[in-house]
């Protein structure tokens, strides 16, 4: 019990705590080679500590609740691992210039994105999702160019309609609870006479991070500007910070909503082949990246769309979210570094390092045996169409199928205008660590945590034969387009 909330207490104070080492500018490179230590005592906590940990600290606002659910614990693992590998990137990545104005932002940031996974209280995860929301700012604006000072206004503007919506979200149903924790909510959101309204506020409050539709707009401007570490846990953590206020707030399990059901289907879909539509479009890497985030995001959303809509498979459905939210954070994360990644000078470890850039991008979309395969099959066993009885539960298979061709043709598309971006020479050893950690985590850590594999197709792997044709043709497809689009561009 001590050492579980030991574990707990760190999490947060030992980001909060490191904060003193801004007040003297001559301690702001120890402050630096600190930021991979940070998120050590969370990532101990989400891999060592059981789904019942939980902390009291009745002294902490209206009397705070931290803890871990099943849930929570692969979102906690997920995000200090990806920031792990994002801080000891960013040694090898900063510079002198604003380096201990990024360090603070950075700080305040992690710990807000912590916090709000193990918070169990509304005071507690509002604050702390508000922590990262605003802290983040600071990261998008950090070079301070006018590109990135506006893309910080979108950010800003967006954001702050956003909390509004949630907080008045939050309040509405600890009201119709009269109870301050969240493990309360979803209930007392079933019953409200007002569902509809609370529902849609949290909806579009959480959905402004989560990437949907309509409120997607600050993504494609903040991930370009930011510095790359900061893009890695933007798109790999942060964003998901708003797809768990959903599943911690919505009557998932209470209630069927095949109305918004309905509705989630449809921004999920749009999401998912939009992102596609126009990420294929840009030339930046990490304007591509993000706006397949977006298109990634949106099968997510499809997945809480159908959760809403039958009771009966809001369990399982978390299950394979929670998947699906392990193989993209550290995918997506990885890809965001290599961004910032020079080509050796020779050949050899030229082709080598392209490889390893791939190889995230295809567990993406896909590839038998990745993380992205056993994602893409547990959520393709649930979501059929014979399981569910709502108005777009005949069409999921297609969306699905869409929706894996879309993400491989913006893997190819980010893997062409990478191919022109990048430039040869020598990486910084920590630039080399905090890719290869988190390239090597997206590889390798999901079939070494229990939850995932129980998650996911019954008969793993063996089922994966019989299943390797659904999975390769969307990818065979997606580059057969992506090939005749190319020969076509070199014609001109």
């Known amino acids: 019990m001590f050492a579980s909330n030991l574990l707990l207490l760190l999490a947060i104070i030992l980001p909060l705590a490191s904060l003193l080492l801004a007040l003297r500018p001559d301690w702001q490179q120890a402050y630096r080679y600190c930021l991979p ?11 060592t500590l059981g789904p019942d940990a939980s902390l009291e600290l009745p002294g902490l ?29 960013a040694v090898g990545y900063l510079k002198v210039h604003y380096l201990r104005r990024f360090c603070v932002f950075w700080t305040l940031t992690l710990a807000g994105n ?10 507690s995860f509002y604050s702390f999702f508000a922590l990262m929301t605003f ?19 979108v950010y800003l503007a967006m954001a702050v309609a956003g909390e509004m919506a949630i907080l008045t979200g939050l309040l509405m149903a600890v009201q119709q609870a009269d109870s301050g924790l969240l493990a309360d909510l979803p ?23 989560a990437g949907l539709p309509l409120l997607h707009f600050w993504l494609p401007l903040a991930h370009p500007v930011a510095p790359t570490p900061a893009s890695a846990v933007l798109s790999g953590a942060m964003i998901k910070a708003g797809l768990l206020g959903w599943l911690v707030t ?23 082949l939009g992102g596609a539509v126009l990420g294929v479009r840009h030339r930046r890497p990490k304007a591509v990246l993000a706006y397949s985030s977006i298109s990634q995001m949106g099968l997510m959303t499809l997945m809480v769309g159908a959760a ?30 290599s961004t910032a990644m020079a080509l050796p000078a020779g050949r050899s470890g030229q082709w080598l390092l392209w490889v390893l850039v791939a190889l995230p991008g295809l567990s993406l979309s896909g590839l038998p045996y990745t993380s992205g395969a056993a994602s893409k099959l547990a959520m393709k066993e649930l979501l059929k169409p014979e399981n569910f009885e709502f108005a777009l539960a005949p069409y999921l298979p297609a969306l699905m199928s869409a929706g894996a061709v879309a993400t491989m043709l913006l893997v190819w598309r980010f893997l062409w205008v990478q191919r022109t971006a990048v430039g040869t020479g ?48 969307p990818i065979l497809l997606a580059t057969i387009i992506s090939a005749v689009a190319w020969r076509s561009v070199k014609q001109r």
């Open 37 to 47: 230590v940070l998120p050590l005592p969370a990532l101990l906590a989400g891999l």
């Open 61 to 89: 606002l209206l009397g705070g609740l931290w803890g871990l659910n099943e849930l929570r614990q692969v979102f906690l693992v997920l995000t200090a691992t990806l920031w792990l590998a994002a801080g000891v990137f």
């Open 114 to 123: 912590l916090g709000l996974v193990i918070a169990q209280d509304v005071a």
């Open 135 to 153: 802290a983040g700012y600071g990261l998008v604006v950090h070079e301070g160019s006018k590109e990135a000072n506006r893309a910080g206004r």
């Open 187 to 209: 209930a007392a959101v079933a019953q409200a006479d007002r569902r509809w309204l609370i529902m849609f506020l949290l909806l579009a409050g959480f959905g402004v991070k």
């Open 250 to 272: 919505l009557p998932f399990g209470e209630v069927s909503l095949p109305g918004w059901g309905n509705v989630l289907v449809i921004l999920g879909a749009v999401g998912s």
């Open 308 to 337: 809403l809509a039958n009771a009966e498979y809001a369990g399982p459905l978390f299950a394979v979210i929670g998947l699906y939210v392990l193989h993209h954070g550290l995918a997506k994360g990885s890809l965001f570094l």
């Open 426 to 473: 020598n990486n910084p050893v920590f630039m080399w660590l905090g890719w290869g950690l988190a390239t090597i985590s997206s590889l390798v850590l999901f079939w070494f945590l229990p939850w995932p594999r129980e998650a996911s197709v019954p008969g793993w792997p063996g089922s994966m034969v019989h299943s390797a044709w659904s999975l390769v043709w």
